[in-house]
């Protein structure tokens, strides 16, 4: 309402859009509560904008609302061992969610990058691993922000070099 008065039992549609999309893609649908908000569970995927809209009706008309930006945070994990041998070679292998290809992930050594590997076409990324002297180390994963999703890091994970 142009007042910002709250509208109880409005009929509303969530609709999204993502920079690849050229119309609005409806995720959820629902009615306003007394105070009139509503909830909507939903998963997105990539960077998108976001709006809500009212259906109209014999008493008033469709209405939208302003669009707002919906950035994703990348969740990167690397399955790393808790300990390995000192010149023995291990595969290292991460994931980053949502799924995506091609993204550079930087591999990280106590806060200094190793190496830059690409995800392929489910998300995943490899790498192998070689530590030449006993000693504890610490690794993390972190993925710059692009068209899709945001920046984000990994937890890191302590390494035992025996």
Same mark, same amino acid.
């Given at each position: ?9 409005? /009929? ?35 960077? =998108?904008?976001? @709006? ?7 008493? @008033? ?42 993204? =550079?992930?930087?591999?990280? @050594? /106590? ?26 180390? /610490? ?6 922000? /692009? ?14 070099? @025996?």
């Amino acid at each position: 309402m142009p007042d910002k008065t709250p509208v109880a039992g409005l /009929n509303v549609r969530f609709e999204v859009k993502n920079s690849t999309d050229s119309t609005w893609r409806s995720i959820a649908v629902g009615v306003t509560d007394a105070a009139g908000t509503i909830t909507a569970p939903a998963i997105v995927a990539e960077k =998108s904008q976001i @709006r809500l809209v009212s259906e109209g009706s014999w008493e @008033r008309l469709e209405a939208k609302s302003l669009e707002k930006a919906i950035n994703v945070a990348p969740n990167i994990m690397m399955q790393l061992p808790s300990s390995v041998k000192a010149t023995s070679a291990y595969q290292v292998k991460g994931q980053i969610f949502p799924k995506s290809a091609g993204v =550079s992930v930087n591999v990280k @050594r /106590n806060g200094v990058v190793i190496g830059s590997y690409l995800t392929d076409a489910t998300g995943g990324f490899n790498f192998t691993l070689i530590e030449k002297e006993a000693n504890l180390v /610490n690794y993390q994963a972190s993925v710059a922000a /692009n068209a899709k999703m945001g920046a984000g890091n990994s937890e890191i994970y302590p390494l035992l070099i @025996r």
